[in-house]
C-alpha cells in the first residue's frame, strides 16, 4: 500500500472516530427525561392551555327542547273550572364544552416509563353550555281562557331553562358515551407531543387513562398523515 492511500485511510479512520464521538457525546450529553421533570411539564403545558383551572378538552354540538306548561283553574275548591293552559316549547342549538379539573390531576396519576408516557385523566365534567338563543325556535298555545300575557311569561319561562337543560343533555353524553374520553386523550396527546420531543424523547409513546380504561395508545400520527 502506497504512502498516499495509508495516510488516506488514516484520515478517513479518523473522521469516522470523531463522528461517531460526536454522536455518542450529544447522546450522552443530553441527560434522560426524569418523572418529576416530566410531570413539572405536563402540568406547565396545561396551565397555559387554560385560562382557569379547567382544562377544555372537547366540545359538543347539542340540539336541545323545553317545554314550559302555566295552567289555572278558575274558583278552585269550588267550581274547578279550567281555564286553559298555555304552553311554550322552545327549540335551540348551543355548544357544550368539556374537561378536567386541573387541580385533580395530582403527580402520582403522570407515569414516565423509558419513553412511554402514562396518564390517568381525572373524570370528565361539563365547563360550559351556551345555547344560541338568536337561532331558538318558538311554538306557543294558549289555553282558551288565558289572556296574551301569559304567553310572553310561559315563553321565558322556557327560555331562562334552555341552558340548564342543555348542561343536562351534555353530562347525560359524557356519562353514556366514550366518544368525549377518545377526543380528550387525543387533545392531551396533541398538546403534550411537542413538549415532550423539546424535552427529549423522540416518540413519545402514550397511554391515557379514565379510570380503568385504557381509551388511548401509541405515538402521535405524523404531521399529514391518516389517522385511520
Known amino acids: 500500500m502506497s504512502r498516499y492511500m495509508a495516510a488516506l485511510l488514516s484520515v478517513a479512520l479518523v473522521a469516522i472516530a470523531a463522528a461517531a464521538a460526536a454522536f455518542l457525546w450529544t447522546r450522552l450529553a443530553a441527560p434522560a427525561l426524569t418523572e418529576t421533570e416530566l410531570r413539572e411539564r405536563v402540568f406547565a403545558t396545561l396551565q397555559q392551555e387554560s385560562d382557569t383551572s379547567f382544562v377544555v378538552t372537547g366540545y359538543l354540538q347539542m340540539t336541545v327542547s323545553i317545554t314550559a ?6 274558583f278552585p275548591r269550588m ?9 311554550s316549547s322552545v327549540t335551540a342549538p348551543g355548544t357544550v364544552s368539556y374537561g378536567f379539573d386541573l387541580s385533580a390531576l395530582r403527580p402520582e396519576m403522570i407515569h414516565l416509563r423509558g419513553d412511554t408516557v402514562a396518564l390517568d385523566v381525572p373524570p370528565l365534567q361539563v365547563f360550559s353550555a351556551e345555547p344560541k338563543l338568536e337561532e331558538a325556535q318558538v311554538e306557543t298555545s294558549r289555553g282558551w281562557a288565558r289572556l296574551p300575557i ?3 311569561g310561559t315563553e321565558r319561562l322556557a327560555v331562562a331553562s334552555i341552558t340548564s337543560a342543555l348542561r343536562s343533555q351534555g353530562e347525560a353524553h359524557l356519562d353514556g358515551s366514550a366518544q368525549p374520553q377518545l377526543n380528550s386523550a387525543e387533545t392531551l396527546r396533541t398538546l403534550l407531543d411537542p413538549v415532550l420531543v ?8 402514550y397511554r391515557i387513562y379514565f379510570g380503568e380504561s385504557l381509551v388511548l395508545e401509541g405515538s402521535a400520527p405524523a404531521p399529514g398523515a391518516d389517522p385511520n
Open 79 to 87: 267550581l274547578d273550572l279550567p281555564l286553559g293552559t298555555t304552553r
Open 198 to 205: 423539546a424535552s427529549g424523547i423522540e416518540e413519545p409513546y
Open 69 to 74: 306548561e302555566n295552567s289555572r283553574v278558575l
Open 150 to 152: 301569559t304567553s310572553t
